[in-house]
């Protein structure tokens, strides 16, 4: 038997520290790889954890979310699973490098050498944007090593709150994705789809951010309401004969327009095909028919430029010229987000070049806007502009300012947008998952059918998967992109701008008839879409691999369907030809009082380190454990009323506990008394409900039906029998000591996934060994009636509100009581009757016949004068 005494007065302080560092030195939560390798795949649940970003704090979404994916963990091991429950740290990424860039106040310049005595200006920047000018330029690997090393210490703190919380991660299977295994495993799996032709390269109009310097993904956008107006530009026919008027916000995109586009039906449709002049510019354009133009939509005509919105970039693909010609593409915005330098060669007035160059070349478009619109109000082309309004414009999420659309070459992966045999594998790998809750599904339906590009995937940052591709040059030095060169597996990982394609030497770097790195990186999704590849040893560990995959649970949020979920079941599609796991558990959001979402960018986020060491863990974990999957919870930290409630169950978990603890178990005893029995008939009923909740991914389900009875038991059935198993005399005093036990380790067991710190203390005082490793509790089959306890606590309550009104205390003696109930009932409460006069100090209970149960007399017994 155990060995841990029971305290004088249990407490919940403490018993985070402590068995965090039993369990941590015990192996509570390892993987057992030898039963694995004997069970095999089926006796394993694995589970793709998420790894949070390593660029900052852990909010209390992710307390929400993770203890979610942790009480199922718990669950499953203790139904016998060898739980695989690997803990990832996602470090690349632009909020790594945007984090590193504040903290440190410190930008990168590629062009700038190492400096091993680097050190950097300061340490602890606010983690806000600061302008680059205030930045110090260092060399790539500078900044790399400093992103290393913030991301190690914020990985450290986000470690120590997660034990903090309990979570039953096996902390020995824990990966970086910046690490040299996971860059080989991602660089691996991109030269494969390069291999299939699923990875392609193209120079293609691309969303870009222009204080990242980067190409964003469809993925990664979101709109935000924007201010903007309306202006109005008259443009005139080429033959003089009169003008077509447009509507735009963008007007400083004129130098960039490269049609007209009206309705095929509308208002304008006998206009199609007629040449007309850019004003101010006078470059020659033609007016062109499109159904996506609306002809009800401003003055039923719209320039095309390239590019100021996405539909321009599907005009300028699919508009042909009346001869035949694709239309040019014009571009203005350079990558740093202001105009270039030199006017389109559209352009067709030279003065209005010559004042491109010195009134819009290099300015922000704010200013080049400003600086047009008030040359064309001066020309009369411009003849109104109208009131400002709200639209939504396209972000990356993670940026400041809205995007603008470039021209350059990037790296995709074929995601089914183009390809309808994938798309369709996409959707039926997504009918196969079970979702949890289910109607998550059409979210991810919806994101499939509504793609329209394929992936983009490499990006123009520094801490990242280097893309291990080179390109040869041609004898004039230019890349040949026809001729790119791969490393062999067996190189990985690489980074190109260091290392030398075979056949080559490093002096031919750069040269004529040599070689030349591609400098991108992978998108960070392009190495966090292969998770469980990373966590589960794909092409590390076959044994592993084997054992783990296809992953029995994905748990995430919902607002990433679109992104860590699809693209994790597309490299699984591509590579694999299945899905990467059986279920997806998909946590809601964390609101604040006023039902707004908690975000960092909106100030509104609680961070849990203050909640968890003000209310305890366990009284956390009950907060997380009550909101259903899919289902937003709210959360104020001035009020946690839910998490006050958790450390109220929790407290009387332990003190419960004390309290049966209290009464020895004769040896051979058994259960002889009926409301003993039934309490733990229906104690079966419970321990039935909540493993089938548990099963179903509902752990808010399992809590409320476990919860009730706990209060039952200790409320109503612990105080009716504790008379009887005070009194060694009494023959029924076995039956209720050990009924009061094994109720006791029943609905620890139950309890323990979500109230995980008081369970293993209370455990500990009567048994060997943690109690998350403990065996699932099973139904009994008890014989007993459930009506006997659930008709005795009504009596019970009765008997208590009687006492009230009488404005006696409860423990005051009663000559006399009567009973009245319905006659199923009376039986009932005769098999509870010598309960129910020890508990209520009745010297007399009589029970009648009636249509209800109530106390209908009780007679306090006198008051002895002394």
């Known amino acids: 038997m155990s060995t841990n005494p029971i305290p004088d007065k249990p407490a919940l302080e403490g018993l985070e520290a402590k068995w965090g560092e039993r369990w941590q030195d015990e192996g509570t939560f390892l993987f057992d790889r030898i039963r694995a390798a004997q069970s095999g795949r089926d006796g394993v649940y694995s589970i793709d954890t998420p790894p949070p970003t390593a660029s900052g704090s852990l909010h209390i979404g992710h307390v929400f979310s993770y203890t979610h994916t942790d009480i199922k963990a718990r669950f499953e091991r203790m139904r016998g699973k060898n739980v695989f429950y690997p803990m990832g740290w996602d470090d690349n990424g632009l909020p790594t490098e945007r984090r590193v860039q504040n903290y440190y106040g410190v930008r990168c310049d590629p062009s700038l050498g190492y400096d091993p005595d680097f050190t950097p200006p300061f340490e602890g920047g606010d983690n806000k944007s600061s302008r680059a000018a205030d930045q110090l330029p260092i060399s790539r690997r500078n900044f790399i090593e400093l992103c290393e090393k913030l991301t190690e210490e914020d990985e450290k703190h986000f470690e120590a709150l997660f034990r903090q919380l309990g979570l039953s991660v096996d902390w020995t299977q824990t990966y970086r994705t910046i690490s040299n295994e996971s860059i080989r495993q991602s660089q691996l799996a991109f030269l494969r789809n390069l291999e299939r032709g699923e990875a392609y390269q193209s120079l293609a109009p691309t969303l870009w951010d222009v204080d990242f310097r980067s190409a964003i993904a469809q993925a990664e956008l979101e709109d935000r309401d924007q201010q903007a107006s309306y202006h109005t530009i008259d443009f005139p026919f080429a033959d003089g004969s009169g003008h077509i008027t447009i509507e735009t916000t963008r007007p400083e995109l004129l130098p960039a327009c490269v049609a007209i586009v009206t309705h095929p039906e509308g208002p304008h449709k006998h206009l199609i095909g007629t040449k007309v002049r850019t004003p101010f510019f006078d470059a020659d354009i033609e007016i062109h028919g499109h159904h996506l133009a609306q002809p009800d939509k401003g003055t039923g005509a719209a320039m095309v430029c390239t590019f100021g919105d996405v539909t321009d970039i599907v005009w300028w693909r699919e508009l042909r010229t009346t001869d035949g010609h694709d239309l040019p593409n014009m571009t203005t915005i350079g990558l740093d987000g202001r105009f270039l330098a030199d006017a389109p060669a559209s352009v067709g007035d030279a003065d209005a070049a010559a004042w491109y160059v010195e009134n819009m070349a290099g300015k922000t478009v704010f200013s080049a806007r400003k600086a047009l619109v008030e040359k064309l109000q001066e020309t009369g082309a411009m003849t109104a502009v109208g009131k400002p309004f709200n639209h939504a414009v396209k972000f990356f999420e993670k940026g400041d300012r809205p995007l603008e659309i470039v021209s350059t070459r990037q790296w995709y992966i074929r995601n089914g947008a183009r390809d309808a045999h994938l798309r369709d594998q996409l959707l039926a790998h997504g009918a196969e998952l079970n979702w949890h809750p289910e109607f998550m599904r059409v979210r991810y339906e919806n994101w499939v059918g509504g793609l329209t590009g394929d992936w983009l995937v490499s990006r123009q940052r520094f801490f990242g998967v280097p893309i291990p591709v080179w390109y040869a040059l041609d004898e004039s030095g230019e890349r040949d992109y026809d001729r790119v060169l791969v490393p062999d597996a067996a190189q990985l990982p690489i980074d190109p701008t260091s290392d030398v394609p075979a056949g080559f030497t490093e002096d031919q770097r750069g040269k004529a008839g040599g070689f030349d790195a591609e400098a991108d990186i992978l998108d960070t999704w392009a190495t966090s879409s292969l998770t469980p590849q990373l966590a589960g040893g794909w092409e590390r560990d076959a044994e592993l691999w084997d054992l783990v995959s296809p992953m029995d649970l994905r748990p995430q949020g919902q607002d990433i369907i679109r992104t860590w979920l699809f693209s994790t079941m597309l490299r699984s599609t591509l590579e694999d030809g299945r899905t990467p796991w059986r279920n997806a558990a998909i946590s809601g959001f964390i609101v604040d009082p006023d039902r707004k979402k908690m975000s960092k960018s909106k ?264």
Request: charged content about 25%.
């Open 603 to 866: 100030g509104n986020v609680v961070t849990p380190a203050d909640i968890l060491d003000a209310h305890g863990s366990d009284a956390v974990r009950y907060w997380s454990a009550s909101s259903r999957l899919g289902a937003d919870a709210a959360f104020d930290p001035q009020n946690p009323t839910q998490v006050k409630i958790g450390r109220r169950l929790a407290i009387k978990i332990l003190n419960a506990a004390k309290f049966v603890l209290s009464f020895p178990v004769p040896e051979g005893a058994e259960i002889t008394h009926a409301l003993d029995a039934s309490m733990l008939a229906t104690l079966d009923g419970v321990v039935r409900d909540a493993t089938m909740a548990f099963e179903n991914y509902d752990q808010a389900r399992a809590l409320e039906i476990t919860e009730a009875f706990f209060w039952t038991f200790c409320d109503d059935y612990l105080e009716l029998v504790k008379e009887r198993a005070y009194d060694r005399t009494n023959v029924g005093q076995a039956s209720a000591a050990l009924a009061l036990r094994l109720a006791l380790s029943t609905l620890l067991r139950l309890l323990a996934p979500i109230v995980s710190f008081a369970t293993e203390e209370a455990w500990s005082w009567f048994e060997d060994g943690s109690i998350h490793n403990a065996a699932w509790p099973e139904t009994r089959g008890d014989e007993g009636d459930p009506a006997i306890l659930a008709t005795a606590s009504k009596a019970l309550i009765g008997i208590r509100r009687a006492k009230t009104e009488a404005k006696a205390s409860q423990k005051t003696p009663v000559s006399s009581a009567t009973i009245a109930a319905p006659a199923a009932e009376i039986a009932a409460l005769e098999a509870a009757a010598d309960d129910l006069r020890a508990v209520g100090r009745i010297a007399e209970l009589a029970l009648i016949e009636a249509d209800e149960l109530i106390v209908t007399a009780i007679e306090l017994a006198p008051v002895l004068e002394a």
